[in-house]
């Protein structure tokens, strides 16, 4: 037989529900830091978007999720934000930028720079 279960998933509601105010929390903390980021201490990804921001002589705020006590809360807060499950996380001027790749790439292209002078 195949599954009697309809469309609608009240675990899905509920794990919205769960996460709402961690949400909240990314959200503030975005707007506080004109450049944040949400990594991982040990992800190779993480540590040259530090480097990167570093080396461009970026002021940033970073949060690293494995330190953090409610990590998992906030972790799947930004996946539900972001639609992106793997670390970093950068906001820039309260909103949600990208990761490495598109650092990277705006960096490479002279965006980045331009992008920063509207938030600082």
């Known amino acids: 037989m195949g599954c009697q279960c309809s469309?609608?998933?009240?675990?899905?509601?509920?794990r919205i529900d769960f996460i709402e105010p961690f949400?909240?929390?990314?959200k503030n903390q975005a707007k506080?830091?004109?450049?944040?980021?949400y990594?991982?201490?040990?992800?190779e990804q993480s540590m040259v978007t530090k480097s990167?921001?570093?080396?461009?002589?970026v002021n940033f705020e970073y949060f690293e999720l494995?330190?953090?006590?409610d990590n998992s809360q906030?972790?799947?807060?930004?996946?539900n934000m972001t639609s992106r499950k793997s670390t970093p996380y950068i906001f820039i001027g309260g909103t949600y930028f990208g990761?490495?790749?598109?650092?990277?790439?705006?960096?490479?292209?002279?965006?980045?720079k331009e992008r920063l002078r509207h938030v600082y």
Do not use: W
């Open 7 to 14: 469309k609608y998933d009240k675990h899905a509601e509920a």
């Open 23 to 26: 949400t909240e929390v990314v």
């Open 32 to 37: 506080e830091y004109p450049v944040l980021v």
């Open 39 to 43: 990594s991982r201490s040990l992800c």
């Open 52 to 57: 990167l921001l570093r080396k461009n002589s």
């Open 66 to 69: 494995d330190h953090m006590n």
């Open 74 to 79: 906030i972790y799947d807060a930004l996946q």
């Open 99 to 112: 990761g490495l790749r598109e650092l990277q790439k705006n960096i490479d292209n002279g965006d980045f």
